[in-house]
Nanobody, 122 residues
Framework: QVQLAEFGGGSVQAGGSLRLSCAVSGRTFRVYAMGWFRQAPGKEREFVASISWSGGTSVYYADSVKGRFTISRDNAKNTVYLQMNSLKPEDTAVYYC??????????????WGKGTLVTVSS
């Protein structure tokens, strides 16, 4: 079994930055692709970013966050990060970490954290 726990959510003003972390325990972290999704009130959960098990150039972003968010991972620490810069009010959502997946659909991913709330005020 795989357990995921997100950290780093909070409230920030528009234009600010936050860094989310997702700690993974259980089975071998380094073999999994990792992803971040988000769900705003009244909306479907949507893809934000993903990174392959090897990292490097195998990273993908939603168009809405490209150029502002950066996903990275530290396999030695079993942790994946999401650096969020130039935040906008429309980035307000619960952010979820996901493991063992491929693609931009939430149904493609096997494991999920409980989420962390990010609130961006104007």
């Amino acid at each position: 079994q795989v357990q995921l726990a997100e950290f780093g959510g909070g409230s920030v003003q528009a234009g600010g930055s936050l860094r989310l972390s997702c700690a993974v325990s259980g089975r071998t972290f380094r073999v999994y692709a990792m992803g971040w999704f988000r769900q705003a009130p009244g909306k479907e959960r949507e893809f934000v970013a993903s990174i392959s098990w090897s990292g490097g150039t195998s990273v993908y972003y939603a168009d809405s966050v490209k150029g502002r968010f950066t996903i990275s991972r530290d396999n030695a620490k079993n942790t994946v990060y999401l650096q969020m810069n130039s935040l906008k009010p429309e980035d307000t959502a619960v952010y979820y970490c996901a493991a063992d997946g491929l693609g931009r659909s939430k149904s493609d991913w096997a494991y999920w954290g409980k989420g962390t709330l990010v609130t961006v005020s104007s």
